[in-house]
């Protein structure tokens, strides 16, 4: 995309600018991080860039974007029409702009959070490949005949062998018990009234 000289101010984006998306799936975001010297952007992204560094924290506008897009908040009511964020819409909405420290820690948990949810997602995903490797190898052994079915069925575990599972009552602490018997039948008293 070719732009002149005189319009980079307009149609080229800064590290820390936030990049909007105006169709398809409106209001997805993401933030510039200055990959390349001089980056133009398309008419179909918003480009929102802070207008006082020290009181606007981009990182949150972005997680406010994430959400209000998440929940539907740029849907217009038009199903059957593809889905389509103007620059006027865009300067239409509020948003809440909390103090630049209050940003910042809410950026600070936000972004914590999704470390942990994400490493959480690589594990559960590492799992699910390694079982999945398990499970081809076992059928591969099963159907070579490597693996006897009915031998490894006799080795299995004994019922008995099994961690005995706890309920209710097994948790509760010394004289814990008239406590909830208590509850429960004062429970039971105000269901049958």
Same mark, same amino acid.
């Given at each position: *995309?070719?732009?002149?000289?005189?319009?980079?101010?307009?149609?080229?984006?800064?590290?820390?600018?936030?990049?909007?998306?105006?169709?398809?799936? #409106?209001?997805?975001?993401?933030?510039?991080?200055?990959?390349?010297?001089?980056?133009?952007?398309?008419?179909?992204?918003? $480009?929102?860039?802070?207008?006082?560094?020290?009181?606007? #924290?981009?990182?949150? *506008?972005?997680?406010?974007?994430? #959400? !209000?897009?998440?929940?539907?908040?740029?849907?217009?009511?038009?199903?059957?029409?593809?889905?389509?964020?103007?620059?006027?819409?865009?300067?239409?909405?509020?948003?809440?702009?909390?103090?630049?420290?209050?940003?910042?820690?809410?950026?600070?948990?936000?972004?914590?959070?999704?470390?942990?949810?994400?490493?959480?997602?690589?594990?559960?995903?590492?799992?699910?490949?390694?079982?999945?490797?398990?499970? &081809? $190898?076992?059928? !591969?052994?099963?159907? &070579?005949?490597?693996?006897?079915?009915?031998?490894?069925?006799?080795?299995?575990?004994? /019922?008995?062998?099994?961690?005995? #599972?706890?309920?209710?009552?097994? &948790?509760?602490? /010394?004289?814990?018990?008239?406590?909830?018997?208590?509850?429960?039948? !004062?429970?039971?008293?105000?269901?049958?009234?």
């Amino acid at each position: *995309m070719d732009i002149a000289p005189e319009e980079y101010g307009r149609y080229t984006v800064r590290r820390g600018d936030l990049l909007v998306c105006e169709g398809g799936e #409106v209001g997805r975001c993401a933030i510039w991080s200055g990959e390349l010297e001089t980056c133009g952007f398309q008419k179909a992204l918003h $480009r929102l860039r802070p207008r006082q560094s020290e009181r606007d #924290v981009p990182r949150f *506008m972005y997680y406010v974007l994430r #959400v !209000a897009a998440k929940g539907n908040a740029f849907n217009d009511g038009h199903q059957s029409t593809i889905a389509h964020l103007t620059g006027d819409k865009l300067r239409a909405y509020r948003f809440p702009f909390p103090s630049a420290q209050e940003q910042a820690d809410i950026v600070e948990y936000l972004d914590h959070s999704v470390l942990v949810v994400e490493d959480v997602i690589v594990s559960a995903q590492n799992e699910i490949s390694l079982l999945r490797e398990y499970r &081809t $190898r076992l059928i !591969a052994d099963v159907v &070579t005949g490597k693996l006897d079915v009915r031998v490894a069925a006799a080795n299995l575990p004994d /019922e008995s062998d099994e961690p005995e #599972v706890l309920d209710n009552s097994d &948790t509760l602490a /010394e004289g814990d018990e008239d406590t909830a018997d208590g509850d429960l039948g !004062a429970a039971s008293e105000e269901t049958e009234a």
